[in-house]
C-alpha cells in the first residue's frame, strides 16, 4: 500500500464511488444515461459550490485586507531595504492579525473542489455503460459527437459550444479585470477546446453541463447579486464555546462511523471465514480488505463530511453535529437490530438469497427509527454531555472489537499461509500408458438427473464418454458437501449416521481421514497417488493439504484459482472487495427501506462490473436479464471453468509403468450461471434467446422431454452440460495420450440438487420435513440427494445405463476392484467393500447446516433423517426416520 | 487524454486558482525569506542559549554608550541595597570598573549573541534603552515577565524606528508629550496600553550633578569654543554641509570640538576618514569620540546640531545655547511617520536656539554671538525643561521604585 494508493483511498475514492451511486441511481430511475449525466453534473456542481463560496469569500476577504494594508506595506518596502524590510513587515503584519501564509486560506477550498473534478471525470471516463448509447442526436455517448458533416469531415459540436459557454462565462466573471486576466480567461478556453476537442461526447456534455452551471453561477454572483453581504465573524465566546462541542460531536460521530463501517462491519464478515477471502495464488491477508474500507470509511465520514462541516455556517454546524449523531445511532441499531432473513454472504459480499423484507419489517423499523431520532433530538438538546459519553463509549467498543477482529484474522491467515504456500503448487498429471490409472473424479452438486438429456442435447458426449456405465438411481448421504463427500472418499464407514457413531471424535478428524482412505490404500500398495483439491481439508475452503504429510507417496496440490486467471481478475476481486465492503456496511446501516436499493442484487449500485477491460473476462457476478440474456460471469463458476479447462494441458501420458491413482474435485456444477449455447462456453455476453426458443425443452433418448427452462434448472443445466463437455474435451486428451483404455474412471458426485418436477422425487408428508424445499417445505425433494455416479472401466466400449441401486458411498470399492485385493481401511481395520448397502438400512442425512466452520463439533447437528432401498424413484421406497 | 483531468476546471473556479497560486509563490517567497533571516540570525552567533535561573531584575545594555542612562539606576540599586544585574555586550562597558556589590555585572557577548541570551532569558523585569523590543533579532523571552523601556534622549519618543516602543510593557518617560504619542501610536495600532511611568531624566540629572559640582572649576578660555556634534545619515550636517560649515568656523577664529554620531563612524566612514583627513593639521579643530560627552559639552560654549538629542542634554543641562541646523528631516523610518503632527524637537527648536540654514551659514559668526546673547533663548530652555523633563533630580530615584514595585507585582 503506497501513499498514493491511500491518498487517493482517502481524498478521491469517496467521491468516485458517490457520483457513482449517483450516477448508477439516476440512470435506473430515468433509464437514460443522456439524463444520468445531467443529474450527475448538478449534484457534482453542487456539492462543489460551498467550496466555491468559501473559496471566493475568502479570496474577497483577502483581497480587502491586501488593499487595506497597501499604503503601509509600500510605504515599508520604500523605507527599508534588506533584513530590516522583513522585520518591519512582519511586524506590520503582525499588528494588523494578517499572515502571509493567509493567501493560502483562498487557494484551500479551490484546491479542494479539484478532487470532485477529477473524480467525476475519472468516474466517467471509466463508464463503460455510455459506449454504444444514443442520446438524442448524439449517435454514441463513448465517441466524439461528430454532430456536423462538411464535406468528409466530421465537426465536434459540443466542445464547441462548450467554449462559447466558457467564454461567456468568463466574460461575466472577469467584468472588472485587467485585460490581462480576461486575456488569460480566453487563452485558457481555447486552451481546452483543443485539448477536449476528441474527448467522448459522454464527456464533453458533462462538461458542458459544468459550463453552464458555472454560467449560471457567474450571472447570479456578478450580475444579479453583485454587492455580497460579508458574513460577520462571530466573536461571542458562547457561541464559539458551542461550537467547539459540535466539532467534537461531530468528529468523534465520523470517528464512530469510520470504525464501523471501515473496520467492524467488514473485520466481522471476513472473521466468520477467513479462507474464504483468501485467494490460493493471491496471497495477501484478507486484512487488506479491512484497511482498506477503513481509509474509504476514513475519507467518507472523517475528511469530506469534516471540510463540509469546517465550512459550515454556525447553525450548519449544529445541524451537521445532529445529523450525525442521529446516523450513527440509527446505524448502529439497524446493524445489531435488522440483521435478520439476510441469508449467507459469500466471498463476493452476495446472499445466497435476496434479502426480503414484508411491509410489516419497513414499518417496524420505520417506527423504531423515528422513536430513535426524537430520543437523539432529545438527549442533543438536553445534554451535550451524554452525545459525548455515548459517543466516547461508541468510538471505544467499535475499536475494541474492530481491532479484535482484525487481531484473529491475521492470526488465521498466519495460520493458513504454510498450506497457501504449500498449494501454491502446480501439478502435472502423468498417466502411466503401461501400468493401471485409477481416476476418481468428484464433481461437486453434479446432477444425475441432468445426464440422459445431456446426452442427447449433445451427441458428441455419447463418444467422448465412451466406455462410460451412469448408474442413474444413485444416491448420496446428504444434500452438501459436508454430509455427502466424506462416505464418497471413504466408504461406508463414513455416512453421516457412521460419522455420529463416533461421537468422541471430531467431526473434521473423521472427514480428513475419508479423504486419505483411497490415496492411503494404493499409496501402499505401490502406486503413484496425486490427489488435487482434497474437499475440505482440515474443515476449510482451501484445503488444508497437510493432511497428507505423513504419506510421501501422495502428491496433493490445490488447483482451484490456478489457472486461467490473470492478475487483472484479481486485481478487479480486491477492486470490488475494497469497494463493497464499504457499501456492505453503508447497506448494514441503513433502514429497511433503502436496503434493497443499496444492496442492488449483490452490485451494491456498481456500474462497473459489467466493464470488459482489455478483452478480458470479468471475474465478478453475473447477472440475468432473462433465462437467455445475461451480463457478466460468476467469479466461482469462473475459477472451477478454468481448472476443468486446463487439465489437458497439465496432462501427459508416460512410459513408466508404475501404477497411477488420481483423485480430484471441482465445483464447477455447484456455481449455476447461464453460457453461450450450443457451445456451453462462458461469455461475457449471452443472449441465447434464438438458440433457447427452439432447445429448451431437452428430450431424451427414448423421446421423453422436460422444460428446463426456469431458474432453478436453467443456469444448472448449462453449467452442468459445461463441466461434461470440460470433462469430455479431457477425455480425448487421456485418448490422445494412448491412456484411455488401461484407465479407471470414475464421475461421481457428493449431491445433486433440488430439482423439483425435473427430479419427479417430490415426496409430500404434511409436515415440515426440509426448510429448504423451494416449494413447500413439508415436502422432500429427493432429487438433491440423487447423485452422478459414472463408471468407466479398463478397455470398456460404449456408453451405457445401469439402473442398479447404488450410493456415492460405492466409490472406493469401485475403484479398489480387482486391482486392490480385500481393501482395509487402514484407519479402523474394516474391510471396504459395496455389501453395506445390502446389509443395512441407509440412513440418509437431509442436513442443512453444510458450513464446516460451524456444524463442525462431534457429530452433526440434528436434522431430518430419511431412509430409501432399491429403486429411489419409488415414492414408496423413502421412509421418513425422524429428526435427530 | 491523461492531463486533462488535470488541466479541467470551469473559467471562474480556474481563473480564482490561477490568482490564488500566485499568492501561494508569493508566500513561498516570504517564507524563504523568513528562513533567511533566521540562518543568517543563526550564522552570526545567534544560537540558543540555555539560561539559568529567573533573575528578578536585569539591566541590558546593547552598548556602552548608554552608560550615561544606566549609571544613576545602578548607583541607585546599589545603594538601596537591592540585587540586579546589569547584562552589557561591551566588553568594555565602564559598568565593568565600578565598585558595586548589589549590580552584578556580566558581559554576555557582542551582537546576536547577546540578543539570542536575551531571547531565552529567564527574569522578573528587564530593563532597557533599546527599541524595537521583539521587532528585530531582539524578541520578547517567555520567561521574562515584564520588559521596562526607559529614553535614551529627552526628546520625541517616537523618533525611535518604526515600532520602537510597542512590545514593551513599560515604558519611563520625562514628558508628557511622550506618553501623548506613545497612546496615540497604541491607539492607530490597535495595541493594548502600556504602562507609562513619568519619571524625569535619571542621566541629564546625573549631568546637571556633575555641571552643578563642577560650576566652580570653570577654566580660562581665550576664545568661544563651538560643539559641532551632528547627526548621521543624508539628512544631518555633515552630508549636507560638512566642509563648508567646517572651514567657516575654523576661520572665524572659533575653537572648534567636532563629534560625530557614534553611527557616523561606521554609516559615513569615508567622509569623515576625508574630513579627518583635511583638518588634520587645522589647530583650532579637534575631534571628540568620548563615551562620556560630558567633558566636551561642559566645555563647549554653544552647539551645533541637527536633531540629535543632544541638542537637549547641551541646553537643558548646561543652559547653553544652540544652533540647529535646517535639515529636511526624512520622518519615513520612523515612529513618527504614522502620526500626522510635528514633533516636539521642531516646535521647541526655535525656543532654544537658532536655525542655520543656506542663507545664513556666511554669517555663522553673527547667529553664533546673536545666540550667545539672545536672553529669550533662556526662557525657552525652561520650558523645554518643564517639557521633556519632569521631576528633575528624582529620575533614578523614581525609576527604581518603579521598577521594585513592577518586580513585587510580577513575583508576586
Redesign the interface.
Known amino acids: 500500500m503506497n501513499i498514493g494508493i491511500i491518498l487517493y483511498t482517502l481524498l478521491l475514492k469517496p467521491l468516485e464511488l458517490l457520483f457513482e451511486v449517483i450516477y448508477y441511481n439516476a440512470d435506473r430511475l430515468l433509464k437514460n444515461p443522456g439524463w444520468a449525466i445531467v443529474v450527475l453534473s448538478l449534484v457534482m456542481n453542487l456539492l462543489a459550490l460551498p467550496l466555491?463560496r468559501r473559496?471566493?469569500k475568502l479570496?474577497d476577504e483577502?483581497r480587502e485586507t491586501t488593499e487595506k494594508l497597501k499604503a503601509g506595506v509600500s510605504?515599508?518596502k520604500?523605507?527599508?531595504r534588506g533584513?530590516?524590510r522583513?522585520?518591519?513587515l512582519?511586524?506590520?503584519y503582525r499588528?494588523n492579525g494578517y499572515k502571509?501564509?493567509y493567501?493560502?486560506r483562498?487557494?484551500i477550498p479551490?484546491?479542494l473542489?479539484?478532487p470532485f473534478?477529477?473524480a467525476a471525470?475519472?468516474f466517467l471516463?471509466g463508464l463503460e455503460s455510455i459506449k454504444h448509447v444514443q442520446l438524442g442526436p448524439i449517435a454514441d455517448l463513448g465517441a466524439p459527437d461528430a454532430l456536423m458533416t462538411i464535406g468528409d469531415a466530421h465537426v465536434n459540436i459540443l466542445p464547441i459550444l462548450m467554449t462559447v459557454v466558457?467564454?461567456y462565462?468568463?466574460k461575466i466573471?472577469?467584468e472588472k479585470?485587467s485585460l490581462k486576466?480576461k486575456l488569460?480567461?480566453y487563452v485558457?478556453?481555447a486552451?481546452?477546446l483543443v485539448?477536449?476537442y476528441r474527448?467522448p461526447s459522454a464527456l464533453t456534455f458533462y462538461?458542458l453541463l459544468?459550463?453552464l452551471?458555472?454560467l449560471l453561477?457567474?450571472i447570479y454572483d456578478k450580475k444579479l447579486k453583485p454587492g455580497r453581504v460579508k458574513a460577520l465573524k462571530s466573536k461571542n465566546t458562547a457561541v464559539e464555546k458551542d461550537a467547539k462541542s459540535y466539532e467534537l460531536i461531530f468528529h468523534a460521530t465520523g470517528l464512530f462511523l469510520t470504525v464501523l463501517t471501515g473496520m467492524l462491519i467488514p473485520g466481522n464478515v471476513i472473521v466468520s471465514s477467513v479462507s474464504e477471502f483468501v485467494e490460493v495464488d493471491l496471497p495477501h491477508s484478507p486484512g487488506v480488505y479491512i484497511w482498506m474500507t477503513l481509509l474509504l470509511s476514513a475519507g467518507f465520514f472523517l475528511i469530506w463530511f469534516g471540510i463540509y462541516f469546517l465550512l459550515a455556517s454556525h447553525n450548519g454546524k449544529r445541524i451537521m453535529a445532529l445529523a450525525a449523531f442521529i446516523l450513527a445511532v440509527v446505524g448502529t441499531v439497524d446493524y445489531m437490530a435488522f440483521n435478520l432473513r439476510q441469508g449467507t454472504l459469500s466471498e463476493l459480499l452476495q446472499f445466497d438469497r435476496t434479502p426480503v423484507y414484508s411491509p410489516k419489517d419497513h414499518v417496524i423499523n420505520s417506527v423504531v427509527i423515528i422513536i430513535l431520532m426524537i430520543l437523539c433530538v432529545l438527549i442533543f438538546v438536553r445534554s451535550k454531555k451524554t452525545v459525548r459519553l455515548l459517543l466516547l463509549a461508541g468510538v471505544l467498543s467499535v475499536s475494541i472489537l474492530g481491532i479484535k477482529n482484525v487481531i484473529k484474522i491475521g492470526h488465521d491467515y498466519k495460520m493458513m499461509k504454510p498450506a497457501i504456500e504449500k498449494a501454491n503448487r502446480t501439478p502435472t498429471l502423468s498417466f502411466s500408458r503401461t501400468g493401471k490409472n485409477v481416476v476418481v473424479l468428484m464433481m461437486d452438486a453434479m446432477i444425475s438427473r441432468y445426464v440422459p438429456y445431456m446426452i442427447t442435447d449433445r451427441p458428441e458426449l455419447k463418444e467422448m464418454f465412451d466406455g462410460f456405465t451412469f448408474y442413474p438411481n444413485t444416491v448420496s448421504f446428504g444434500p452438501c458437501t459436508n454430509f455427502g463427500s466424506p462416505g464418497l472418499y471413504g466408504g461406508y464407514e463414513y455416512t453421516p449416521g457412521e460419522m455420529n457413531e463416533r461421537d468422541t471424535e471430531l467431526l473434521v478428524d473423521k472427514h480428513n481421514e475419508a479423504l486419505k482412505v483411497m490415496p492411503v490404500i494404493f499409496s501402499e500398495n505401490d502406486y503413484k497417488v496425486t490427489v488435487c483439491d482434497p474437499t475440505y481439508a482440515g474443515y476449510d475452503d482451501i484445503p488444508d493439504l497437510s493432511i497428507y504429510d505423513a504419506y510421501p507417496g501422495i502428491d496433493a496440490y490445490i488447483t482451484m484459482g490456478k489457472f486461467g486467471q490473470s492478475s487483472l481478475g484479481y486485481e478487479r476481486l480486491d477492486e470490488l472487495r475494497n469497494r463493497n465492503f464499504f457499501m456492505y456496511g453503508l447497506f448494514k446501516l441503513s433502514p429497511s427501506v433503502l436496503q434493497l436499493s443499496l444492496y442492488d442484487d449483490g452490485n451494491y449500485c456498481s456500474t462497473r462490473d459489467f466493464g470488459v477491460k482489455d478483452g478480458e473476462l470479468s471475474p465478478i457476478g453475473q447477472v440475468m436479464e432473462t433465462l437467455s440474456v445475461s451480463k457478466g460471469v460468476n467469479y466461482n463458476f469462473m475459477k472451477q471453468y478454468s481448472v476443468m479447462q486446463s487439465l489437458p494441458g497439465i496432462t501427459e501420458g508416460t512410459d513408466d509403468d508404475t501404477d497411477r491413482f488420481f483423485m480430484m474435485s471441482n465445483s464447477l456444477p455447484h456455481n449455476p450461471m447461464l453460457v453461450r449455447e450450443p457451445e456451453y462456453e462462458p461469455a461475457y455476453e449471452v443472449d441465447n434467446t434464438e438458440y433457447d426458443r427452439s432447445h429448451h425443452i431437452k428430450y431424451k433418448e427414448d423421446g421423453t422431454s422436460k422444460d428446463f427452462y426456469d431458474e432453478n434448472n436453467y443456469p444448472r443445466y448449462h453449467v452442468n452440460m459445461a463441466s461434461m463437455l470440460k470433462l469430455g474435451a479431457w477425455f480425448d486428451k487421456l485418448r490422445e495420450c494412448g491412456v484411455w483404455d488401461n484407465t479407471r474412471i470414475i464421475i461421481v458426485s457428493d449431491h445433486a440438487w433440488r430439482v423439483g418436477d425435473v427430479g419427479e422425487m417430490v415426496k409430500y408428508y404434511g409436515f415440515e420435513v426440509d426448510r429448504n424445499t423451494p416449494r413447500n417445505k413439508d415436502e422432500a425433494d429427493f432429487s438433491v440427494l440423487n447423485c452422478t455416479l459414472m463408471v468407466k472401466d479398463f478397455d470398456a466400449k460404449g456408453f451405457t445405463a445401469d439402473d442398479s441401486f447404488m450410493t456415492n458411498a460405492d466409490t472406493p470399492a469401485l475403484a479398489f476392484r480387482d486391482l486392490i485385493q480385500d481393501p482395509v481401511n487402514p484407519f479402523t481395520g474394516k474391510n471396504i467393500d459395496d455389501t453395506y448397502k445390502q446389509n443395512n438400512r441407509l440412513e440418509l442425512f437431509m442436513g442443512r447446516n453444510y458450513s464446516v466452520y460451524t456444524n463442525n463439533g462431534y457429530k452433526f447437528e440434528p436434522d431430518h433423517w430419511f431412509s430409501v432401498h432399491d429403486n429411489i424413484f419409488d415414492p414408496d421406497n423413502w421412509e421418513y426416520l425422524g429428526f435427530y | 487524454m491523461g492531463l486533462n483531468y488535470l488541466l479541467y476546471i470551469d473559467p471562474g473556479t480556474g481563473s480564482m486558482l490561477f490568482a490564488a497560486l500566485m499568492g501561494v509563490f508569493s508566500v513561498v517567497l516570504y517564507f524563504f525569506r523568513e528562513a533567511w533571516v533566521k540562518i543568517s540570525f543563526m550564522l552570526s552567533g545567534g544560537r540558543k542559549v540555555q539560561s539559568g535561573e529567573k533573575l528578578p531584575v536585569v539591566i541590558f545594555s546593547d552598548d556602552k554608550r548608554y552608560w550615561n542612562v544606566f549609571e544613576p539606576i545602578c548607583d541607585e540599586f546599589e545603594s538601596r541595597g537591592i540585587d540586579v544585574h546589569y547584562m552589557t555586550a561591551s566588553p568594555d562597558d565602564p559598568a565593568m570598573e565600578k565598585d558595586y556589590v548589589h549590580v552584578k555585572r556580566e558581559f554576555i557577548g557582542k551582537g546576536n549573541k547577546a540578543v539570542a541570551r536575551m531571547n531565552t532569558l529567564k527574569a522578573g523585569v528587564v530593563l532597557a534603552t533599546t527599541p524595537n523590543l521583539d521587532v528585530f533579532q531582539w524578541k520578547r523571552s517567555k520567561g521574562v515577565d515584564h520588559y521596562v523601556h526607559i529614553a535614551h534622549a529627552a526628546d520625541d519618543i517616537t523618533k525611535y524606528r518604526m515600532f520602537g516602543t510597542d512590545y514593551y510593557d513599560s515604558v519611563l518617560l520625562g514628558g508628557k508629550y511622550q506618553g501623548e504619542q506613545i497612546r496615540k501610536l497604541e491607539k492607530l495600532r490597535k495595541l493594548p496600553k502600556k504602562n507609562i511611568e513619568y519619571v524625569g531624566m535619571p542621566y541629564l540629572d546625573r549631568m546637571k550633578e556633575r555641571a552643578d559640582a563642577g560650576k566652580n572649576t570653570h577654566e580660562d578660555k581665550n576664545a568661544v569654543t563651538v560643539l559641532l556634534a551632528p547627526s548621521w545619515g543624508e539628512s544631518g550636517i555633515l552630508s549636507r554641509y560638512g566642509e563648508k560649515l567646517i572651514d567657516i568656523l575654523a576661520e572665524a577664529g572659533y575653537e572648534l570640538i567636532i563629534r560625530p554620531h557614534p553611527q557616523s563612524f561606521i554609516s559615513e566612514k569615508e567622509i569623515l576618514d576625508a574630513l579627518m583627513n583635511k583638518y588634520a593639521g587645522t589647530p583650532n579643530i579637534s575631534w571628540n569620540r568620548d563615551n562620556d560627552n560630558y567633558e566636551v559639552l561642559k566645555k563647549a560654549d554653544i552647539l551645533i546640531s541637527d536633531f540629535s538629542g543632544v541638542i537637549f542634554d547641551f541646553a537643558l543641562v548646561f543652559d547653553k545655547p544652540v544652533i540647529y541646523a535646517d535639515t529636511d528631516f526624512d520622518k519615513s523610518p520612523y515612529d513618527c511617520y504614522w502620526l500626522n503632527e510635528e514633533l516636539w524637537t521642531f516646535k521647541i527648536l526655535p525656543y532654544i536656539g537658532k536655525k542655520l540654514d543656506a542663507s545664513n551659514m556666511n554669517d555663522i559668526k553673527a547667529l553664533i554671538s546673536e545666540c550667545m546673547q539672545d536672553k529669550k533663548l533662556q526662557a525657552g530652555r525652561d520650558r523645554a525643561r518643564k517639557d521633556t523633563w519632569m521631576h528633575e533630580g528624582e529620575g533614578a530615584g523614581r525609576t527604581v521604585d518603579y521598577i521594585e514595585k513592577i518586580a513585587m507585582k510580577e513575583g508576586k
Do not use: C
Open positions: 466555491y473559496a471566493d479570496q483577502e510605504h515599508i520604500k523605507t527599508f533584513n530590516e522583513f522585520y518591519m512582519q511586524t506590520y499588528q502571509p501564509v493567501a493560502l483562498a487557494v479551490l484546491l473542489e479539484i473534478f477529477i471525470y475519472r471516463s466558457n467564454i462565462s468568463g466573471y472577469s479585470h486576466e488569460q480567461l485558457t478556453a486552451v481546452f485539448l477536449l474527448s462538461w459544468n459550463n452551471f458555472s453561477k457567474n
